[in-house]
């Protein structure tokens, strides 16, 4: 099984940087996901790191350590609509199919 | 066209009624997916279907019955639930259940209530 652990709620400043943290403890990794997901709808892909790494996409970057069993989802130039829940969610085992953390809810603030 | 669709959005359903959930994809995909999520809760895997085969039920009960008629459709049949099914059922595919393509694309969700 999975150990996914990320914290439950984060607030930050319009404008700003936030950083998500995601631990987690498996064996067999097979890649790392963050999703968004704003309330009522559905998650929408953000990224996917299988290497160690910073990947960067837009205002939107994710860093990988498997050693450390340890990702990142840094967003950067926070805007309101950026509020929702991040989920990060890790695939092991042998499958491609994540099992997703409990996701942690950003709120940002003007 | 990457979007997943699903009918219908809402559902209010008593115990003893028999309905159906509809999810279809036009993306080519040929893994789709059947997540149940409880509010604030993460989404839980259900059932996978991979090359129109069920290659994954995550132990669900049989009340709920996927079915997958076609490589773009995927049903899930419901059947004598229980208050405690009430929660948003996510349905999503993504382009190869062995992973050559590792993004899930899902849909909107189907908000099921059960009286």
């Known amino acids: 099984g999975q150990n996914i652990d990320q914290p439950t709620e984060m607030t930050a400043t319009e404008g700003a940087i936030v950083q998500i943290n995601c631990t987690y403890q498996?064996?067999?990794?097979?890649?790392l996901f963050w999703y968004q997901q704003h309330a009522g709808e559905a998650p929408t892909f953000l990224s996917y790191?299988?290497?160690?790494g910073l990947e960067e996409k837009g205002r939107f970057s994710s860093f990988l350590s498997r050693s450390k069993g340890y990702s990142y989802l840094l967003l950067k130039e926070l805007q309101m609509k950026d509020s929702a829940s991040y989920l990060c969610?890790?695939?092991?085992?042998?499958?491609?199919?994540?099992?997703f953390g409990r996701g942690t809810s950003l709120i940002v603030h003007p | 066209d990457t979007e997943v669709t699903q009918t219908p959005k809402h559902l209010v359903m008593g115990m003893t009624n028999k309905k159906s959930l509809k999810c279809e994809q036009h993306?080519?995909?040929?893994?789709m997916y059947w997540y149940k999520q409880k509010a604030k809760k993460p989404p839980e895997l259900m059932f996978v279907y991979s090359y129109e085969k069920l290659s994954i039920n995550e132990s669900v009960p049989s009340r709920f019955s996927p079915e997958c008629p076609n490589s773009s459709l995927l049903n899930l049949h419901l059947h004598a639930l229980q208050p405690e099914d009430s929660a948003l059922y996510l349905c999503?595919?993504?382009?190869?259940?062995?992973?050559?393509?590792?993004?899930?694309?899902f849909g909107p969700g189907t908000r099921l209530t059960v009286t």
């Open positions: 999503a595919s993504s382009q190869d259940g062995a992973g050559s393509s590792y993004e899930q694309y």
């Open positions: 790191n299988v290497l160690d």
């Open positions: 969610a890790v695939a092991s085992g042998g499958s491609y199919i994540p099992t």
């Open positions: 993306m080519g995909h040929r893994a």
């Open positions: 498996t064996s067999g990794f097979n890649g």
